[in-house]
């Protein structure tokens, strides 16, 4: 039995071959997929988990508290999240000084403000809602001095009327 010559040009995947899948697909079909469907459902959920710990990672919070930050403003309010964290664990400090309880109340206050605009920025047009996020990305780098001061160490950091009105108008 001679095979034919390959035409130039002539389809690989011509109507019989279609009905030749379909019935092999047909056949197998019912004794493969019970077999197969297991593996592939738990290896959905591991590529799912891996992406929620990349994306926790990402934003530097725990994959627990990922549901809280998501729109586009999540990795600035995931940031405020955690100055405000990192402000309340000075608060509950036994080395904290009085100057440094009054930061922690202006900043906590000006971290609540920043937070609400975040949030409210999702619902803006793009323009506004990136203007928003800069000035409010600008005010907690502004913010985030001091955390790295020593406990008392106040003279780097003024607590003023946060910049980003202007996003708003």
């Known amino acids: 039995m001679a095979r034919k010559a390959k035409v130039e040009g002539e389809a690989r995947f ?4 279609a009905k030749n899948a379909v019935a092999v697909a047909k ?5 493969v ?7 592939a459902v738990r290896a959905a959920g591991a590529a799912r988990e ?14 627990d508290k990922l549901g809280e930050y998501t729109g586009r403003g999540a990795a600035l309010h995931a940031r ?6 990192g402000c309340r664990d000075l608060q509950k400090s036994e080395k904290a000084s009085k100057a440094d309880q009054d930061f922690v109340k ?3 206050g000006t971290l609540e403000q920043l937070s609400a ?4 920025a999702e619902r803006m047009p793009a323009a506004r809602r990136k203007s928003a996020h800069r000035a409010v990305a600008g005010e907690a780098r502004a913010a985030r001095r001091p955390a790295a001061a020593p406990p008392g160490d106040l003279t780097s950091f003024h607590v003023k009327a946060p910049t980003w009105g202007r996003a708003f108008t």
């Open 14 to 17: 011509t109507p019989k071959r």
């Open 27 to 31: 056949v197998l079909g019912p004794a």
């Open 33 to 39: 997929i019970p077999v197969v469907a297991p593996f």
């Open 50 to 63: 891996a992406y929620d710990r990349y994306q926790a990672r990402k934003l530097g919070v725990s994959v």
């Open 80 to 85: 405020i999240a955690g100055l405000a964290d």
């Open 106 to 108: 202006d900043a906590l």
């Open 117 to 120: 605009t975040v949030r409210a």
